[in-house]
Nanobody, 124 residues
Framework: QVQLVESGGGLVQAGGSLRLSCAAS????????MGWFRQVPGKEREFVAA????????PYADSVKGRFTISRDNAKNMVYLQMNSLKPEDTALYYC?????????????????WGQGTLVTVSS
C-alpha cells in the first residue's frame, strides 16, 4: 500500500511559477510509474504529466507542454511538478498518483494510488 502526500500548492499570479511535490511512502518507489492529474469542480480529472519508473519517459498534456516539467528522485521517494508561466486556466486541485499495473500512463483509471490533492489558484 502506497501513501502519497502532495504539497506546494497556493495562490500565484498569472505568469508565475509553483513547484508541487509528492512524497511517497509504504512501497518501493522505483516500482511505480508516477503521474500528476488535475480537476476542477464539475469536470473530469485531467491528465497533466507522468514519469516512468526510471524517468526515461515523461508524457505531458498538450495544454502544459513547454511550461510544466515532471521529475522524480527515487532515492528520496519524491516526484515533482515544476509549473512555469502559469495561466488562470491552470487553476485546479492537483493530484499525485502512482501505478504499478499495466495501462496507459495518461489515463486516470489505470492508477491505483492517489493523494488527497493540493490546490493551485492562478489569478489573472
Amino acid at each position: 500500500q502506497v501513501q502519497l502526500v502532495e504539497s506546494g500548492g497556493g495562490l500565484v499570479q498569472a505568469g508565475g511559477s509553483l513547484r508541487l511535490s509528492c512524497a511517497a511512502s509504504g512501497g518501493t518507489f522505483s516500482d511505480y510509474t508516477m503521474g500528476w492529474f488535475r480537476q476542477v469542480p464539475g469536470k473530469e480529472r485531467e491528465f497533466v504529466a507522468a514519469i516512468s519508473r526510471d524517468g526515461s519517459m515523461t508524457p505531458y498534456a498538450d495544454s502544459v507542454k513547454g511550461r510544466f516539467t515532471i521529475s522524480r528522485d527515487n532515492a528520496k521517494n519524491m516526484v515533482y511538478l515544476q509549473m512555469n508561466s502559469l495561466k488562470p486556466e491552470d487553476t485546479a486541485l492537483y493530484y499525485c498518483a502512482a501505478k504499478n499495473i499495466r495501462g496507459t500512463l495518461t489515463i486516470a483509471r489505470t492508477y491505483n494510488y492517489w493523494g488527497q490533492g493540493t490546490l493551485v489558484t492562478v489569478s489573472s
